[in-house]
């Protein structure tokens, strides 16, 4: 296969850790070639999608991992998938991306996440589809609103709708004296929409990654553990990842939601349970592999190029 990887710039990328690189790796490791783009290589001309493509060549040396080629304007329909891998933030540069990437799917392309469902599932808000697995939610950009979710529960988190790695998102109690504030700066003074939850007491055991591959669950989770002092178990955050087997309940939510995920063309989700509850739907670029495979001995990364392998397979 000719896979292309939409990514940040390479060297930012932290390969002790980073999920597309344990993809890459694996994918090379099977002989098929890889190309990288990011997002500013993404153009349309005279109606037509290309990409400014560079190959990239994996090597053995940890400080100078790759090499790249000539950067070259080619038909995205020319790769057999295209991964769309560039990190959050969601932003309007971020769709406009997925605009361009659904136009070179019905010019030919296979775009991993499918970028039309990618829109569609917020990754906060795509919780919403799977209400039977959710604790109370109100979504809303209005302080009374949220003053009276917080008198009905007590204790609740606030979050934004487009955040990454825990950042902005507020735990909230009755007797808090900063009620008022919080609410304004994470709603901008009322601009905003956000997202309030019934705080989950079991988020001090881990907000759990559960991976789907191809409609099916990884058996192992990672769980982000928060560090002292601290609500948010995100890594970005300081949290601690520790890799365990799936419990009934995570796989009852991801075998649940698997089909359908997969029907939308979202073939690597990350679904993240706390306690017994389903609280995000990671469609942009789910990580979490790396740990898991060290921690486990379990090659996440193998099941995904199995997945892509099958269906460029069954696509020719």
């Not at 989950?200 to 759990?208: F, V």
């Not at 939308?264 to 995000?280: K, P, R």
Request: include cysteine; proline fraction near 4%.
């Amino acid at each position: 296969m000719k896979i292309a990887f939409v990514l940040d710039p390479l060297d930012s990328i932290k390969t002790c850790k980073d999920s597309s690189y344990a993809m890459m790796q694996e994918a090379a490791s099977r002989g098929h070639t890889l190309a990288s783009l990011q997002q500013e290589d993404l153009v349309l001309r005279d109606g037509k999608v290309l990409g400014y493509a560079r190959d990239l060549v994996l090597t053995s040396d940890a400080k100078h991992w790759y090499r790249i080629g000539e950067r070259v304007a080619v038909g995205l329909e020319t790769f057999d998938v295209v991964m769309m891998r560039k990190d959050p933030p969601f932003d309007m540069e971020y769709i406009y991306s997925t605009y361009l990437l659904e136009l070179a799917q019905r010019q030919g392309a296979w775009v991993i996440n499918n970028p039309r469902a990618v829109r569609d599932h917020n990754e906060k808000l795509a919780i919403a589809r799977f209400p039977k697995f959710t604790v109370p939610t109100l979504v809303t950009r209005e302080e009374a609103l949220i003053r009276d979710f917080l008198a009905e529960y007590g204790d609740i988190v606030v979050k934004p709708l487009d955040g990454m790695g825990g950042i902005s998102v507020f735990r909230l109690h009755r007797q808090d004296y900063n009620i008022g504030v919080v609410i304004e700066t994470v709603t901008h003074n009322g601009q905003r929409t956000v997202m309030a939850q019934r705080f989950i007491p079991e988020t001090a055991a881990g907000d759990k990654r559960v991976l789907v591959i191809d409609g099916e669950p990884v058996p192992y989770s990672l769980a982000r553990i928060p560090k002292h002092g601290e609500t948010r178990g995100n890594l970005a955050a300081g949290g601690t990842g520790v890799a365990q087997p799936l419990s009934a309940r995570d796989l009852e939510i991801a075998r649940a939601l698997g089909p359908e995920l997969k029907a939308a063309g979202l073939l690597l989700v990350g679904l993240d349970v706390i306690g017994d509850y389903l609280t995000e739907v990671n469609v942009t670029s789910p990580t979490c592999m790396r740990e898991i495979a060290d921690q486990t001995g379990f090659n996440v990364a193998a099941l995904m190029i199995d997945a892509l392998e099958k269906t460029v397979k069954r696509k020719k």
